[in-house]
């Protein structure tokens, strides 16, 4: 009886061997989730977009640098590279000004409409509503 359990690999004692680095993955990658915070990406919070302000559309270097490529076409660097981004910058001041003043103007507007709604003089839009409500379309079946 023992000659046949000595001969034989011992089958128990290699599964807990397999298995004990498996669970001490796991456990170990268990305790770092849990362990972990959120990171700065991963938080949401409510806020509202700003635009960008004017100093956003300045290059950080000088459109002329542009005049040293050697890379251009049949045209002088100037005409090629310089003067089409100097143009794309000032649109960019252009829109983003434009951009301000509608929003000054947005925010002005919704002034004046809280204080209307809290004088009365502006009633909220809309009409109530519900299913197979046909009042309003047709008065004589009311």
Known sequence: MFATTIGQPRKQGRQNEIRLPLVSAL???LTVCLLSET??????????PRAPSSSTFTPRFSTYLNLLRNDG???PN???FVRPQTQLVNTLR???RAIRREQQRIVSVGRQVQTLQRQGGARPTGVTGGFMRYSHFYP???
């Open 27 to 29: 456990l170990t990658i």
């Open 94 to 96: 252009q829109q983003d």
């Open 78 to 80: 100037y005409h090629q």
């Open 39 to 48: 990171s700065e990406a991963q938080q949401f919070r409510r806020t509202i």
């Open 140 to 142: 004589s079946l009311r």
């Open 73 to 75: 076409g049949p045209l």
